[in-house]
């Protein structure tokens, strides 16, 4: 008899990292694969869905203007129930540290459902920062049954929390995804070309991701100030920016990032990011995924975070914690626009995150277990 498996994700993140994951399982007779989105997120899930051909069994369509986090995570437990009813699963797959995250592990610890959390064990050791993703993955942690830790310090953060059975390192299924979004948009690059025909790629390309609440106020102002001495001092560097929509980032952006060589363009779909990421020399980013894929590609990554929760690629060296501070942001990117040295070091410095092959690992783990 075929062993159910709910897979269930709201934003476009943990679409990506499940993407692969639900397209391994779907390979093996032994699993019958049902999807359920809570389109905490809709727009940006949608696109994702769209590239990997996901169509889900179930859409809660839970996004909202302005929702409070008690609101969405009280509609996502309660309208997950009459799905975990219906389906019945042997395993709830879970990935990551969003508010459905939080609600799935309860809706499946209240069905009496097994749960796979991917991605188990990050800890910025501050409850408050990342919020409230901290404490989401905290409390997951306390209902899951089967943990896939992505690297060995992630097992170890679990294992000092008490957790003594069932961890798994298996690397990050990001970088499966990734795999998989090159060989697709390789195929299409004259499209991708020509839809950035206003960046100069003879330059070197700085790619810069910024949109978490933390940053909003002050520290996105001095971000903003370091982009534009960047940009005033480098003539044979493009800054390329795909802002937010959040008015916290975009009103001060607009206002602020004004110079020839700073290219503010509208969010990307997650095939369009790839391909941006792949042609540019340096990421500056405060995104949790792009610091485990822009390494895969050989991109040093300046992390804009006072903490991250992704450790391992500071300590292996492809990522660098720069802060919101204007001078150390500069600094940085400086030391790696003017010493080839420095930047051939973190290029070539090997991913923590994995090759690649996560997915398969996941399979062959649960094939034993249930």
């Not at 933390?214 to 802002?243: M, R």
């Amino acid at each position: 008899m075929k062993k159910k498996l709910l897979f269930i994700f709201g934003t476009r993140p943990e679409a990506i990292k499940m993407a692969p994951l639900i397209k391994a399982f779907e390979k093996h007779d032994a699993f019958d694969v049902v999807v359920c989105v809570t389109a905490q997120h809709r727009q940006m899930l949608d696109q994702v869905l769209s590239f990997f051909s996901i169509t889900p069994h179930y859409d809660l369509n839970l996004m909202r203007p302005n929702q409070s986090l008690s609101t969405l995570t009280a509609n996502a437990v309660t309208e997950l129930e009459p799905v975990m009813k219906a389906v019945q699963p042997d395993v709830v797959f879970l990935q990551g540290d969003t508010t459905t995250v939080l609600a799935g592990a309860l809706a499946a610890f209240y069905a009496k459902a097994k749960i796979a959390h991917i991605e188990a064990g990050l800890r910025s050791g501050d409850k408050h920062s990342p919020f409230p993703e901290e404490m989401n993955r905290v409390i997951t942690t306390r209902m899951t049954d089967f943990h896939f830790a992505p690297t060995p310090l992630a097992a170890k953060n679990l294992q000092e929390e008490g957790i003594k059975d069932h961890i798994y390192m298996v690397g990050n299924t990001v970088i499966d995804a990734l795999k998989l979004a090159l060989t697709i948009v390789e195929k299409d690059n004259d499209i991708y070309l020509k839809y950035f025909d206003k960046i100069d790629f003879t330059k070197r390309v700085i790619l810069v991701t910024c949109h978490r609440r933390e940053s909003f106020g002050e520290p996105f102002k001095q971000i903003c100030e370091a982009i534009l001495h960047i940009a005033k001092t480098y003539h044979d560097v493009e800054l390329v920016y795909p802002v937010h929509l959040n008015p916290n980032i975009k009103e001060v952006a607009d206002r602020t990032l004004i110079a020839p060589n700073i290219k503010l363009i509208d969010p990307l779909d997650y095939p369009y990011l790839v391909w941006l990421m792949n042609k540019s020399y340096i990421v500056l980013t405060d995104s949790g995924g792009i610091q485990e894929e822009a390494p895969s590609l050989g991109k040093p990554v300046l992390v804009m975070r006072e903490v991250t929760e992704r450790t391992e690629g500071v300590d292996a060296g492809t990522a660098k914690l720069v802060g919101t501070n204007k001078e150390v942001i500069i600094d940085a990117i400086k030391n790696l626009l003017d010493k080839p040295e420095a930047y051939l070091q973190m290029s070539k410095a090997v991913n923590p995150y994995g090759q690649g092959d996560t997915s398969e690992q996941v399979v062959e783990v649960l094939s034993r277990l249930v």
